[in-house]
């Protein structure tokens, strides 16, 4: 066992070594674009290695989702080493290599923001530190300090077989424990994201945070409302789906990270003395976290209608108090409730439609099969996931337990019943185009 030389935050000139006998990383494992884009690399002189969330994950043994490479060449010359490519990205520029379907993003070397002197063209942070550019080229070692956690930062040398360590990673990794690199609060304000990052590495790994890397978070939660709605979309959908659901919610909740992405859940959570509603959000993260990533889409709508059930229905009935019928007031609801959401997470149309469709057909359902015109409710797209929905509010006592299969027994014995039929339409023919 060797012993660690380089801890996070030292001033370390060269990077630990592990051999292959100690790492134990089998190259076949690797993906052989990612393989051919490092050789390919190194045989034109330039230093590349597979880098990141690829490497962590085989040496955790989980399936990784991709693989990315790390080089000291610059964008222009990746993009002229391989023909099927393109330069992307805003804040900082990366390569994405394309074989077939698959995806070899390749990015160069960076430096991080310590000792940038911030007139530098290529640099640009918000008053509260979070950085909006750096796009600023640096060395192998500047790359490795740059990253996040620790266990992010190994880079596989697939020409010689051995993990080069400059931050104390592959200790961690053994020791089980997740760790911020340099100092936590100054890197949570460079990009609050990390604070996001830091809940799902610890879903996905199992490890704890270690003790500096947590303390922060509960305290620099509100910098969450410093970052673009439309990328926190994109970072709670990480969080929600793909199997680690519920455990990323319940560690939200935990740091104080889930109210800054959804207040009126947070506050309706508080509320709840007799724990309903976060049973009725736990069954729907199940749901999500056993579905396949197919039904993503799908996953992703139930879990939003357990998050805005209860608020949209407290609203629902103040508008109600004041004389509105229960289905136009819980669109009423829905209506403010979404448009005040999307300044904290911006929800695409896809998702946020079917939400509310399905929310306001709970409204439908709770009158019973015997209301007038339920016959047509069987025909309506939101019946069956409703109805889905229905048993998980009855599984924890937010609706009557007989009332879902009520209307499972009339949909099995109900006359089908056709549209409702108006006057017919008549089409008007277009007057031909004049010609000259």
Same mark, same amino acid.
């Not at 990270?257 to 724990?275: I, R, V």
């Given at each position: 066992?060797?012993?660690?030389?380089?801890?996070?935050?030292?001033?370390?000139?060269?990077?630990?070594?592990?051999?292959?006998?100690?790492?134990?990383?089998?190259?076949?494992?690797?993906?052989?674009?990612?393989?051919?884009?490092?050789?390919?690399?190194?045989?034109?002189?330039?230093?590349?290695?597979?880098?990141?969330?690829?490497?962590?994950?085989?040496?955790?043994?989980?399936?990784?989702?991709?693989?990315?490479?790390?080089?000291?060449?610059?964008?222009?010359?990746?993009?002229?080493?391989?023909?099927?490519?393109?330069?992307?990205?805003?804040?900082?520029?990366?390569?994405?290599?394309?074989?077939?379907?698959?995806?070899?993003?390749?990015?160069?070397?960076?430096?991080?923001?310590?000792?940038?002197?911030?007139?530098?063209?290529?640099?640009?942070?918000?008053?509260?530190?979070?950085?909006?550019?750096?796009?600023?080229?640096?060395?192998?070692?500047?790359?490795?300090?740059?990253? $996040?956690?620790?266990?992010?930062?190994?880079?596989?040398?697939?020409?010689?077989?051995?993990?080069?360590?400059?931050?104390?990673?592959?200790? $961690?990794?053994?020791?089980?424990?997740?760790?911020?690199?340099?100092?936590?609060?100054?890197?949570?304000?460079?990009?609050?994201?990390?604070?996001?990052?830091?809940?799902?590495?610890?879903?996905?790994?199992?490890?704890?945070?270690?003790?500096?890397?947590?303390?922060?978070?509960?305290?620099?939660?509100?910098?969450?409302?410093?970052?673009?709605?439309?990328?926190?979309?994109?970072?709670?959908?990480?969080?929600?789906?793909?199997?680690?659901?519920?455990?990323?919610?319940?560690?939200?909740?935990?740091?104080?990270?889930?109210?800054?992405?959804?207040?009126?859940?947070?506050?309706?959570?508080?509320?709840?003395?007799?724990?309903?509603?976060?049973?009725?959000?736990?069954?729907?993260?199940?749901?999500?976290?056993?579905?396949?990533?197919?039904?993503?889409?799908?996953?992703?709508?139930?879990?939003?209608?357990?998050?805005?059930?209860?608020?949209?229905?407290?609203?629902?009935?103040?508008?109600?108090?004041?004389?509105? $019928?229960?289905?136009?007031?819980?669109?009423?609801?829905?209506?403010?409730?979404?448009?005040?959401?999307?300044?904290?997470?911006?929800?695409?149309?896809?998702?946020?439609?079917?939400?509310?469709?399905?929310?306001?057909?709970?409204?439908?359902?709770?009158?019973?099969?015997?209301?007038?015109?339920?016959?047509?409710?069987?025909?309506?797209?939101?019946?069956?996931?409703?109805?889905?929905?229905?048993?998980?509010?009855?599984?924890?006592?937010?609706?009557?337990?007989?009332?879902?299969?009520?209307?499972?027994?009339?949909?099995?014995?109900?006359?089908?019943?056709?549209?409702?039929?108006?006057?017919?339409?008549?089409?008007?023919?277009?007057?031909?185009?004049?010609?000259?």
């Amino acid at each position: 066992m060797h012993e660690r030389k380089n801890h996070p935050g030292s001033e370390a000139t060269e990077p630990v070594v592990i051999p292959r006998t100690e790492h134990r990383l089998d190259p076949g494992q690797i993906s052989t674009s990612a393989l051919h884009v490092v050789r390919r690399l190194v045989d034109q002189g330039f230093l590349a290695y597979v880098v990141g969330g690829g490497v962590r994950d085989l040496l955790l043994c989980i399936p990784p989702k991709d693989f990315d490479v790390a080089t000291n060449a610059r964008p222009e010359d990746v993009r002229r080493l391989f023909r099927h490519s393109r330069i992307i990205g805003r804040r900082f520029r990366l390569v994405h290599v394309f074989f077939g379907h698959e995806i070899v993003e390749v990015a160069t070397f960076r430096r991080g923001s310590t000792g940038v002197v911030r007139s530098h063209p290529q640099f640009e942070a918000t008053a509260s530190g979070r950085l909006l550019r750096d796009n600023l080229y640096g060395s192998e070692r500047e790359d490795a300090f740059r990253r $996040d956690f620790t266990l992010n930062a190994l880079y596989f040398d697939a020409v010689q077989e051995t993990i080069r360590d400059w931050v104390g990673g592959f200790d $961690d990794l053994r020791n089980g424990v997740l760790r911020l690199i340099g100092d936590p609060e100054a890197r949570y304000r460079e990009d609050p994201v990390r604070m996001l990052r830091a809940v799902r590495f610890q879903a996905k790994t199992g490890f704890p945070l270690e003790a500096a890397t947590a303390a922060p978070l509960p305290r620099l939660a509100p910098l969450l409302a410093t970052v673009p709605p439309a990328r926190l979309f994109e970072e709670t959908s990480k969080l929600m789906l793909f199997g680690q659901g519920l455990r990323n919610f319940n560690g939200l909740v935990d740091q104080g990270l889930f109210k800054p992405l959804f207040p009126w859940t947070a506050e309706w959570l508080a509320a709840d003395e007799g724990g309903v509603h976060r049973a009725l959000i736990e069954r729907a993260l199940r749901v999500g976290d056993e579905a396949s990533r197919e039904m993503a889409d799908r996953s992703f709508i139930f879990i939003l209608a357990g998050f805005f059930w209860g608020p949209a229905r407290q609203y629902m009935r103040w508008h109600v108090g004041e004389g509105m $019928d229960r289905v136009a007031a819980m669109r009423r609801a829905l209506q403010v409730l979404m448009r005040e959401q999307q300044k904290h997470v911006s929800i695409p149309r896809r998702i946020l439609d079917p939400v509310e469709s399905l929310l306001v057909h709970q409204i439908r359902l709770d009158q019973g099969t015997a209301q007038a015109g339920s016959g047509h409710l069987l025909h309506h797209p939101a019946f069956a996931t409703g109805l889905d929905f229905l048993r998980l509010r009855a599984d924890v006592g937010d609706a009557p337990a007989d009332l879902e299969s009520a209307w499972r027994d009339y949909a099995a014995t109900a006359p089908a019943e056709e549209p409702a039929s108006g006057p017919a339409r008549i089409r008007r023919r277009r007057r031909p185009r004049r010609t000259l």
